[in-house]
Structure formats: structure tokens, C-alpha cells
């Protein structure tokens, strides 16, 4: 049995493990900024997790049309969770240098310091979560 302190805990988890992965991601990308061919890499996460937090709450208001099972000898759908993990792309869009490099410095430091901001909001939410948690057990105890 698994204990969760909230729904949004879970998902704002994982949403950390993915910044912290893109992190890595943009950090590779500039240490490989002289590396001949090298192409620029992301992750696409936030596709990944509106998904996932509209399956969590409830809110799947998706146009997709529901196969209908008649009979229990049927093959099943395939799940939605296999679609519920990020992509690692390689960015288009930039100029590649002489050398083949798509690496460009200033959006790499424009990405990673927008990934911070949201890393840092991510902790300041799961501090503020579990301290409501926290509150509440300790009410609790002195019933």
C-alpha cells in the first residue's frame, strides 16, 4: 500500500525528477558546445504531466472517441500510461555552426535559468504541501 500526502504531491514529485533531468539535459548541451555535430537536446515533460493531472483530477475532457468492450474475450485498449512518459528531442530551429553544432549558448542559459525558477517553485509548493500535512498531524495529536 502506497501513502500519498495529496494527489498534486505525486505530480509535483515527478515534476521535479523531470526538471532536474532537464537540467542535466541543457547542462550536457553545454559542456557540448564545441563538441563537432553534436545536436541541441530537450525533454518534453509538461504534455506528459497535463496529462497525467487531468487523469489525477479528473478533469478528462478528451474528444477521444472510447472503445467499447462487448464481449470479455476482447483485447483490451492499449493503456494511457505508455503515453505518460517525457520525449528527449533534439532541438530544431537553430542554425547549426561550421561544424555542425546546434548548440547556442544564450538560449542554454535562458533555458536553464528558466528551468531553475520552476525547479525552486516546484520545492517552495512541496515544502508548502507537507507542512500542511504536517500542521494537520499535529493538530490532531493534541486532540
Known amino acids: 500500500m502506497s501513502f500519498s500526502i495529496s494527489k498534486a504531491y505525486d505530480l509535483m514529485a515527478e515534476g521535479l525528477n523531470n526538471r532536474a533531468l532537464r537540467q542535466k539535459l541543457i547542462s550536457s548541451n553545454i559542456a557540448n558546445i564545441d563538441t563537432p555535430f553534436y545536436k541541441a537536446r530537450d525533454i518534453d515533460f509538461e504534455t506528459m504531466l497535463s496529462k497525467k493531472a487531468k487523469k489525477i483530477f479528473g478533469e478528462d475532457n478528451d474528444k477521444k472517441l472510447k472503445l467499447a468492450i462487448t464481449d470479455k474475450?476482447?483485447?483490451?485498449?492499449?493503456?494511457?500510461?505508455?503515453?505518460?512518459?517525457?520525449?528527449?528531442?533534439?532541438?530544431?530551429?537553430?542554425?547549426?555552426?561550421?561544424?555542425?553544432?546546434?548548440?547556442?549558448?544564450?538560449?542554454?542559459?535562458?533555458?536553464?535559468?528558466?528551468?531553475?525558477?520552476?525547479?525552486?517553485?516546484?520545492?517552495?509548493?512541496?515544502?508548502?504541501?507537507?507542512?500542511?500535512?504536517?500542521?494537520?498531524?499535529d493538530a490532531s495529536a493534541k486532540v
Request: net charge negative; hydrophobic share 40%; charged share 25%.
Open 73 to 137: 474475450k476482447h483485447l483490451l485498449p492499449p493503456s494511457d500510461l505508455n503515453d505518460l512518459k517525457p520525449t528527449i528531442f533534439f532541438r530544431d530551429g537553430h542554425m547549426a555552426r561550421n561544424d555542425g553544432n546546434t548548440v547556442d549558448l544564450d538560449i542554454e542559459t535562458t533555458e536553464m535559468s528558466k528551468n531553475a525558477v520552476m525547479f525552486n517553485a516546484l520545492t517552495s509548493a512541496l515544502k508548502k504541501d507537507s507542512q500542511l500535512f504536517r500542521a494537520v498531524l
